[in-house]
């Protein structure tokens, strides 16, 4: 339903009832959901599917990083990004690799998403130990021809200790 139905009550219904899923049916429905392009600049949609989906990030990051990568919500992807970034100390090398690794494979406004989303949940931290491929990503990412991305990516840069991005 939530691929297939156009009403926005069964998806605003869906959205609402994801809490009571599983954490992997909860991951399909709201990727689904996610994809409803034509409901990004909704005011409240994408953060039902937020709410809905925010209690399992942590409890399966690399689900989650596939999930941010394949929706058309961008609130939701920042949102999501900024999750794991928080719990930074928390994730597997494995699950931080992973995020950076879908910013290479990713287009310019989700690298500017899942970038805002990880400066945010990073906000505060002095230090944090970049993970493997953080630097071939951050070449890339420097050479974006997005303003913003190359910006994120400096500030970014500095919280992984880069020499240059602090200079």
Do not use: C
Request: proline share 7%; no cysteine; hydrophobic share 45%.
């Amino acid at each position: 339903m939530a691929a297939r139905d156009s009403s926005g009550l069964v998806l605003s219904t869906l959205a609402s009832i994801l809490p009571k899923f599983a954490v992997q049916p909860r991951f399909r429905i709201a990727t689904a959901l996610g994809q409803r392009a034509e409901l990004s600049r909704d005011p409240v949609f994408p953060l039902m599917v937020w709410y809905g989906i925010e209690p399992v990030v942590p409890q399966n990051p690399k689900a989650a990083i596939s999930f941010a990568t394949a929706i058309h919500l961008p609130l939701v992807r920042q949102f999501t990004a900024r999750r794991l970034a928080q719990d930074w100390d928390k994730l597997k090398p494995a699950e931080a690799e992973a995020l950076v690794a879908a910013l290479k494979s990713a287009d310019n406004t989700q690298r500017r998403d899942l970038l805002t989303g990880m400066n945010s949940g990073l906000r505060g931290w002095r230090k944090v130990n970049p993970p493997a491929g953080w630097t071939d990503v951050q070449a890339l990412l420097a050479k974006s021809s997005n303003a913003d991305v190359q910006q994120l990516t400096r500030e970014l840069g500095v919280v992984f200790g880069d020499g240059r991005a602090m200079d």
